[in-house]
Nanobody, 117 residues
Framework: QVQLVESGGGLVQAGGSLRLSCAAS????????MGWFRQAPGKERELVSE????????YYIDSVQGRFTISRDNAKRMVYLQMNSLKPEDTAVYYC??????????WGQGTQVTVSS
């Protein structure tokens, strides 16, 4: 089973940038699709972005398209989320998830992102 640890969250002003990192353990990390989720207070967790094993396909929800960029380094077992032009509505706990098959099966502990207006 892949274990995940997120980092890089923090407090930033609107318009600023953050880069989230997700460190993964497990030999088969490079075989799996990886994703970034977020959960704001009082809301359900939502998939923000995902990237396939070869980094040849990516997905973004409409609200972050053009502002966020997902990437991965399979050799380092890392997944990243570069977040630019941050908005207060991006405030949430961000989680890294792994999808070995059709569904996501586990997530890290999360990292808090707070965007002030």
């Amino acid at each position: 089973q892949v274990q995940l640890v997120e980092s890089g969250g923090g407090l930033v002003q609107a318009g600023g940038s953050l880069r989230l990192s997700c460190a993964a353990s497990g030999r088969t990390f490079s075989h799996y699709t990886m994703g970034w989720f977020r959960q704001a207070p009082g809301k359900e967790r939502e998939l923000v972005s995902e990237i396939n094993w070869a980094a040849s396909n990516t997905y973004y929800i409409d609200s972050v398209q053009g502002r966020f960029t997902i990437s991965r380094d399979n050799a380092k077992r890392m997944v990243y989320l570069q977040m630019n032009s941050l908005k207060p509505e991006d405030t949430a706990v961000y989680y890294c998830g792994v999808k070995p098959g059709a569904q996501y099966t586990n997530w890290g502990q999360g990292t808090q992102v707070t965007v002030s207006s």
